[in-house]
């Protein structure tokens, strides 16, 4: 085998590489409804702090991470949690928009694209009249 490609092969550590250089993502403390920040950022906050450490595939680091960042009466609601909700990333993000999304979305996705259906065509039969 050549020297180089031997060298690129046995190079690498087994460290994880990050996968976004010359970016520091701070992660905002989260204190719940007590707090500045909102839940929306605090989870954009810990999935670009796990993307950077190129943890993001690992449920439970990141869950880990989250709890890390939790403050007052969100760290309260999390230590009351169910021991896998805490250490499921998944499970942690639903309940963590559940108890504090200000805004919900619209739980069934095609009722939402009936209704912009229905009123993309009646509003088209309004500005005829």
Known sequence: ??????????SDTLEPKPLMNNTQFNVPVFRGTEGLVNVEDFIQGVRKK????????DLQWTAMLAAAHLSGEALHWHFALDESIQNDWNLLTRALLDRYATTKPNAN???ARLSLHMRTR???YDSTI
Do not use: D, G, I, K
């Open 122 to 124: 009646y509003s088209y």
């Open 50 to 57: 796990a993307l950077e450490a190129n943890r993001h595939l």
């Open 109 to 111: 996705p095609s009722q």
């Open 1 to 10: 085998m050549p020297r180089r490609f031997r060298h690129a092969l046995f």
